[in-house]
């Protein structure tokens, strides 16, 4: 028999901006396997995370995927819905909101993200009382002078990889001490999961490093003339990877446009100061799409284009803080809505 420790993992009842809570669970296993199926509910005070009220504070965890966990031995990470005691979903559950149970519609999320000193209170790379250089010289770049975070990062696509997360990427981003990765997955809730375990393991590795990460989309300050953090969303379904039909993208562009306020509700607090008309934004009042317009509330990608329209779209109006599930639901639910 062997003890294995299970971190229970799930969003909290904040609005509009949920945070991560998790707590450990350690069991005795004789031959665990890591499998939902192994896994039992349990609960929570949700009192203490705005999800309940004292006299009846009881709100289950529900596992709905495992991982492993690569910084403990024998441990796994466990994402969770969090219910009702009567078993139904809970208000904060963005994840129950989702309209893909089989999985057809596909998204990579572009998670950007600032990395903050804990002594300071400000990115790395700027200076107390300052400010470093003009953005120009940090995307993607290459050296001390320029690049800050780097060890931070790298560990973290390790953790990412290690734990069996679909990862693909990561840079530098245009400001300094701001960085972004990139997770895809086939299906809208196994996305939303990973990106949740991911950032619950960025989270985690900065408590050793005397860092915090930095979620708002323009935390520098809106007038600022720095580049926001956001998440770019980047979609399809079986229609968008095989039509082969510019009018059939059109059509599901221009469903979009009627829905702006909805989704602009879901898209990330403060979004306002991030989505302008600048900074390779369009603004938050707007609804524009174009081929690889990076102006544009929704860019069609040239490779699309150049495979005939077979490919997918990105939406890249949602805030780094946006929760993913929430996202996902809102463009299933619009794209269901074109008239093809």
């Given at each position: 028999m062997a003890k294995i420790k299970l971190e229970y993992i799930w969003l909290d009842g904040?609005?509009?901006?949920?945070?991560?809570?998790?707590?450990?669970?350690?069991?005795?296993?004789?031959?665990?396997?890591?499998?939902?199926?192994?896994?039992?509910?349990?609960s929570f005070?949700?009192?203490?995370?705005?999800?309940a009220e004292g006299g009846s504070s009881d709100?289950?965890?529900?596992?709905?995927?495992?991982?492993?966990?690569p910084s403990r031995i024998n441990g796994y990470l466990v994402m969770t819905e969090v219910m009702n005691a009567d078993g139904t979903p809970h208000v904060s559950n963005g994840r129950a909101t989702i309209d893909d149970e089989d999985d057809d519609f596909w998204f990579g999320f572009e998670q950007e993200y600032f990395i903050m000193d804990t002594k300071t209170q400000l990115p790395l790379g700027f200076p107390i009382g300052g400010y470093p250089a003009p953005q120009g010289m940090y995307y993607c770049s290459v050296g001390g002078k320029n690049t800050h975070g780097r060890g931070l990062v790298e560990e973290h696509a390790d953790l990412c990889i290690d734990a069996g997360l679909n990862f693909e990427g990561i840079n530098q981003e245009?400001?300094?001490?701001?960085?972004?990765?990139?997770?895809?997955?086939k299906g809208a809730k196994k996305a939303g999961d990973e990106i949740w375990?991911?950032?619950?393991?960025?989270?985690?590795?900065?408590?050793?490093?005397?860092?915090?990460?930095?979620?708002?989309?323009?935390?520098l300050g809106k007038d600022m003339?720095?580049?926001g953090s956001g998440m770019h969303a980047n979609f399809s379904n079986t229609t968008l990877r095989t039509c082969g039909s510019k009018e059939t993208y059109a059509a599901i562009c221009e469903s979009f446009r009627p829905f702006v306020k909805e989704h602009i509700a879901v898209y990330g607090e403060f979004n306002d100061q991030r989505l302008t008309g600048l900074h390779e934004t369009a603004a938050i009042t707007d609804f524009s799409w174009g081929v690889s317009?990076?102006?544009?509330?929704?860019?069609?990608p040239l490779i699309a284009v150049e495979k005939g329209y077979k490919g997918w779209l990105e939406d890249r109006r949602p805030a780094s803080n946006?929760?993913?599930y929430k996202i996902a639901a809102r463009i299933i639910k619009t794209v269901k809505t074109a008239k093809i």
């Open positions: 904040y609005f509009p901006t949920q945070n991560l809570r998790s707590k450990t669970k350690v069991e005795e296993h004789e031959d665990f396997k890591g499998t939902l199926e192994e896994l039992g509910n349990w005070d949700g009192s203490s995370t705005k999800q709100c289950l965890l529900v596992p709905v995927a495992i991982y492993p966990d245009v400001a300094s001490g701001q960085w972004e990765y990139q997770l895809f997955a375990i991911s950032r619950y393991l960025l989270d985690r590795l900065t408590e050793k490093y005397g860092y915090y990460i930095d979620y708002h989309p323009k935390p003339d720095w580049n317009d990076r102006g544009a509330s929704i860019r069609i946006a929760d993913p």
